[in-house]
């Protein structure tokens, strides 16, 4: 291996720059410790500054570096990941040349990350997302949010119930993980004798749904998806979740009824 490579490798290269929004918001601070690298006049050589998830970059922030990326010094090269475009600035995303990736196959996923089974099928062609989905606690949180959705058919009050899974519902990254899976599960339902089941494994556990009337699915993936909104608004999770329950109880009761069942 070169010295380049090695350097990389270590996250030591004098000439790279990584600022990685994952780990914190990119701030004004990084912003000006980029300004006064660039004004470093004894500088030889290229310099590549890297953004990882760049929509967290503040407004002060981008701001800052609005001229430095519209006008970069010669070999000064800025390359800025995200995945939310419409998150950054209009005034940054104007003065970029955009590139577009695309999902990448089960196969490079695979290759990347080592995910298999179900985590390479819920990847949907996202390394990041493969590689956080291989989390064991996630596993277990997939165990119990399928076995939750089925619990929702017995005669269980939503009192016991909520009590019941009551630690998945205070945290917000949990809850999301929840409503994603259960709504993955209803998709796995409707496609009977069909590929691409993501939670084929675990199928049994749901069995009962199959029963339920295909309007009735379909009304309650609706509601999933409304809950999913309605979670992105910092409402009170507890309130959502026991709302939630008694809607998707009563399209179960009413067999399909459910276009009198408002969503709000």
Same mark, same amino acid.
């Given at each position: 291996?070169?010295?380049?490579?090695?350097?990389?490798?270590?996250?030591?290269?004098?000439?790279?720059?990584?600022?990685?929004? &994952?780990?914190?918001?990119?701030?004004?601070?990084?912003?000006? &410790?980029?300004?006064?690298?660039?004004?470093?006049?004894?500088?030889?050589?290229?310099?590549?500054?890297?953004? *990882?998830?760049?929509?967290?970059?503040?407004?002060?922030?981008?701001?800052?570096?609005?001229?430095?990326?519209?006008?970069?010094?010669?070999?000064?090269?800025?390359?800025?990941?995200?995945?939310?475009?419409?998150?950054?600035?209009?005034?940054?995303?104007?003065?970029?040349?955009?590139? +577009?990736?695309?999902?990448?196959?089960?196969?490079?996923?695979?290759?990347?990350?080592?995910?298999?089974?179900?985590?390479?099928?819920?990847?949907?062609?996202?390394?990041? +997302?493969?590689?956080?989905?291989?989390?064991?606690?996630?596993?277990?949180?997939?165990?119990?949010?399928?076995?939750?959705?089925?619990?929702?058919?017995?005669?269980?009050?939503?009192?016991?119930?909520?009590?019941?899974?009551?630690?998945?519902?205070?945290? +917000?990254?949990?809850?999301?993980?929840?409503? &994603?899976?259960?709504?993955?599960?209803? +998709?796995?339902?409707?496609?009977?004798?069909?590929?691409?089941?993501?939670?084929?494994?675990?199928?049994?556990?749901?069995?009962?749904?199959? &029963?339920?009337?295909?309007?009735?699915?379909?009304?309650?993936?609706?509601?999933?998806?409304?809950?999913?909104?309605?979670?992105?608004? *910092?409402?009170?999770?507890?309130?959502?979740?026991?709302?939630?329950?008694?809607?998707?109880? *009563?399209?179960?009761?009413?067999?399909?009824?459910?276009?009198?069942?408002?969503?709000?």
């Amino acid at each position: 291996m070169c010295s380049s490579c090695r350097q990389f490798a270590a996250s030591q290269h004098p000439s790279f720059f990584l600022f990685d929004g &994952e780990m914190d918001a990119i701030k004004i601070e990084k912003a000006r &410790e980029v300004l006064k690298h660039l004004s470093l006049s004894h500088w030889k050589g290229p310099r590549i500054f890297l953004f *990882n998830e760049a929509h967290v970059m503040t407004a002060q922030a981008s701001n800052a570096l609005l001229k430095a990326i519209e006008e970069p010094p010669p070999e000064t090269y800025f390359f800025l990941i995200t995945s939310q475009l419409n998150a950054i600035l209009p005034t940054i995303r104007s003065r970029c040349q955009m590139v +577009r990736f695309g999902p990448l196959s089960e196969q490079e996923i695979h290759h990347i990350t080592g995910a298999s089974g179900w985590v390479l099928k819920s990847a949907a062609g996202s390394v990041e +997302r493969a590689t956080q989905l291989k989390d064991p606690d996630l596993a277990k949180l997939r165990q119990l949010a399928v076995e939750a959705l089925g619990e929702i058919l017995k005669e269980r009050s939503h009192v016991d119930w909520m009590e019941k899974y009551s630690e998945v519902i205070k945290e +917000r990254a949990s809850l999301t993980f929840l409503l &994603e899976t259960w709504q993955q599960v209803l +998709r796995d339902l409707s496609l009977e004798g069909k590929s691409g089941k993501i939670h084929e494994d675990l199928s049994q556990q749901v069995q009962s749904w199959l &029963e339920q009337p295909f309007e009735v699915k379909d009304q309650v993936f609706q509601l999933l998806s409304k809950l999913k909104t309605d979670l992105d608004s *910092n409402v009170d999770r507890q309130l959502l979740m026991e709302s939630g329950f008694l809607k998707i109880k *009563n399209s179960i009761q009413s067999q399909g009824d459910f276009l009198n069942v408002s969503l709000d």
